[in-house]
């Protein structure tokens, strides 16, 4: 039996973490991991964290409380949300999840501020049924137009389960769109802000406040994160981690992984090792 038959428990690695990486989908990331004790530090990226735990129980500090997810419910961390991950029994955990960029979202809501779900946990069936189809078997691959309906029927469900907020201020989703675009073509040489003003045709406060919104993070953040999926790709082929973070536009391999263990909760070393793990 493989690790991703029908969502049952089989912990060929119950002795050590393991992460296995999915095949790649475009603007997302998706996994399966098992971690026995404690799982990762305190951090946040800029996409949405969507998942589910398949066995045992999943906590986690979010939002300021402790959060235990288990089988049957749907985790949705929102982009920039500091959280952390552990076991919270002694059998360790296993879970899948997929990573999507609010872009995606965005094409899908047409620049109104992202769904945010209160607690990081769902029970709304609706949810739960629109993720089956990115975490159901990550071994199989979406054509384009089954991706663009799962990403559809996210979004909707995201925006249903969340409900509506009230009192939100307008954004420009046009000019955040063009500055995203600018950052996508500025991953190793950088940009200025000056740069980013004249694609927004806005000021830095309100191109800030719309970013923000629109796609869960700052223009800087959305930069970084960028810089270290390229990190990631590269170090998973075997590049250095020297040579890798200087590709990717940062200035030296410990600038690299500061950052990196900010958004991922741990270094660049053990994600190798537990990637290796999850391909044993």
Same mark, same amino acid.
């Not at 997810?69 to 929102?78: F, S």
């Not at 071994?139 to 559809?152: G, H, I, N, R």
């Not at 954004?171 to 991953?187: F, T």
């Not at 950052?259 to 070393?269: D, S």
């Given at each position: 039996?493989?690790?991703?038959?029908?969502?049952?428990?089989?912990?060929? *690695?119950? @002795?050590?973490?393991?992460?296995?990486?999915?095949?790649?989908?475009?603007?997302?990331?998706?996994?399966?991991?098992?971690?026995?004790?404690?799982?990762?530090?305190?951090?946040?990226?800029?996409?949405?964290?969507?998942?589910?735990?398949?066995?045992?129980?999943?906590?986690?500090?979010?939002?300021?409380?402790?959060?235990?997810?288990? +089988? $049957?419910?749907?985790?949705?961390?929102?982009?920039?949300?500091?959280?952390?991950?552990?076991?919270?029994?002694?059998? $360790?955990?296993?879970?899948?999840?997929?990573?999507?960029? +609010?872009?995606?979202?965005?094409?899908?809501?047409?620049?109104?501020?992202?769904?945010?779900?209160?607690?990081?946990?769902?029970?709304?069936?609706?949810?739960?049924?629109?993720?089956?189809?990115?975490?159901?078997?990550?071994?199989?691959?979406?054509? +384009?137009?089954?991706?663009?309906? %799962?990403?559809?029927?996210? %979004?909707? %469900?995201?925006?249903?389960?969340? !409900?509506?907020? &009230? $009192?939100?201020q307008s954004?420009?989703?046009?000019?955040?769109? &063009?500055?995203? /675009?600018?950052?996508?073509?500025?991953? /190793?040489? $950088?940009? @200025?802000?000056?740069?980013? /003003?004249?694609?927004?045709?806005?000021?830095?406060?309100?191109?800030?406040?719309?970013?923000?919104?629109?796609?869960?993070?700052?223009? *800087?953040?959305?930069?970084?994160?960028?810089?270290?999926?390229?990190?990631?790709? @590269?170090?998973?082929?075997?590049?250095?981690?020297?040579?890798?973070?200087?590709?990717?536009?940062?200035?030296?391999?410990?600038?690299?992984?500061?950052?990196?263990?900010?958004t991922f !909760?741990?270094?660049?070393?053990?994600?190798?090792?537990?990637? !290796?793990? !999850?391909?044993?």
């Amino acid at each position: 039996m493989d690790k991703y038959s029908n969502g049952e428990a089989h912990l060929a *690695h119950s @002795s050590r973490d393991w992460v296995v990486r999915a095949k790649p989908l475009p603007q997302m990331e998706r996994i399966e991991a098992y971690f026995q004790g404690h799982g990762f530090e305190m951090h946040r990226h800029d996409t949405y964290a969507i998942g589910r735990t398949l066995s045992g129980v999943q906590s986690f500090q979010y939002d300021k409380q402790v959060v235990n997810n288990l +089988p $049957g419910q749907t985790m949705v961390l929102h982009p920039d949300e500091p959280h952390d991950g552990h076991a919270g029994t002694e059998e $360790g955990f296993r879970y899948r999840m997929f990573y999507l960029e +609010p872009a995606l979202i965005q094409q899908v809501l047409g620049g109104k501020p992202l769904p945010f779900i209160k607690g990081g946990v769902s029970n709304d069936p609706r949810l739960f049924k629109a993720t089956q189809v990115l975490l159901e078997n990550l071994q199989t691959s979406l054509d +384009p137009l089954e991706m663009d309906d %799962a990403v559809f029927d996210i %979004a909707i %469900a995201l925006q249903d389960a969340a !409900g509506v907020r &009230r $009192g939100r201020q307008s954004v420009d989703y046009a000019s955040a769109e &063009r500055v995203r /675009e600018l950052l996508m073509a500025s991953l /190793e040489q $950088g940009v @200025s802000l000056e740069a980013l /003003e004249l694609a927004s045709d806005t000021d830095r406060w309100r191109l800030s406040r719309d970013f923000r919104a629109l796609f869960g993070t700052s223009p *800087h953040r959305y930069l970084t994160l960028r810089r270290l999926d390229l990190v990631r790709h @590269s170090i998973s082929l075997g590049v250095s981690l020297s040579d890798a973070s200087l590709m990717a536009g940062f200035s030296d391999q410990s600038h690299m992984t500061r950052h990196f263990v900010k958004t991922f !909760g741990y270094p660049p070393g053990r994600w190798l090792r537990m990637l !290796g793990a !999850g391909h044993a």
